[in-house]
């Protein structure tokens, strides 16, 4: 069965400084999808980013973007220049061909002033 | 943020109570999905509508029912539930075929209370 790791429950950055938030997936599956989800306390989860397991190239969002090892099963983000508003709970998901999804725990981020 | 919307937001409930829970999409998907989040637990995936049709059960108890009746609508209908039960239950919806496209785009969910 696909699991997906995220190994740090809580993190915290200082604002305008950079964050990588961890993930880790298990699957035997070749082709495959990671997402890394956002969601603020008491508001809607929304997409960040994500990246098909096909591209060898890093996906890049604004200040967000991925270290993707297709190898080592790992899927990090990276949070440049944070802002206050990036405080959340970020979900690391994977999802294969058959729609078949599965989240992380999650990692709750703080960001100080 | 709108794309999705759930109602109601919260909702406390007896053991013995019959209730649903609502989503509408309004993005012209055509699956939708229901997703139980408990503290410090991943998301659980529950149903999976396809065009209407059930596609995926992973393995919910029947005091949980889920009803497609058209692409834009899903609802969650529960009854004698447990104090277990007690979650935040999101639906989400997606458009199947390109990879571009299969984002899941999620509702600000329902607070669930089983007392």
């Known amino acids: 069965a696909q699991t997906v790791t995220q190994s740090q429950p809580e993190m915290s950055v200082q604002e305008a400084e950079t964050v990588t938030l961890s993930c880790t997936y298990d699957t035997s599956e070749s082709d495959y999808y990671l997402f890394w989800y956002k969601q603020p306390p008491s508001r809607q989860m929304i997409l960040v980013i994500r990246q098909e397991a096909y591209k060898q190239q890093n996906a890049t969002e604004n200040r967000f973007s991925v270290n993707f090892q297709k190898a080592a099963k790992s899927f990090s983000l990276k949070i440049s220049d944070s802002q206050l508003g990036d405080a959340a709970m970020y979900f690391c998901a994977y999802r294969t061909t058959n729609n078949d999804m599965r989240f992380g725990a999650g990692t709750r981020l703080t960001v100080k002033p | 943020e709108t794309g999705v919307t759930q109602t109601p937001r919260h909702l406390v409930m007896g053991m013995t109570n019959k209730k649903s829970l609502k989503c509408e999409q309004h993005l012209g998907h055509n699956a939708m999905y229901w997703y139980k989040q408990s503290a410090k637990k991943p998301l659980e995936l529950m149903f999976v509508y396809n065009f209407k049709e059930q596609t995926e059960n992973n393995s919910v108890p ?54």
């Open chain 2, 62 to 115: 029947s005091r949980f029912s889920p009803e497609c009746p058209n692409s834009s609508h899903l609802f969650l209908h529960l009854h004698t539930l447990q104090p277990e039960d007690s979650a935040l239950y999101l639906c989400a919806s997606s458009q199947p075929g390109t990879s571009e496209t299969d984002t899941q785009y999620f509702g600000p969910g329902t607070r669930l209370t089983v007392l």
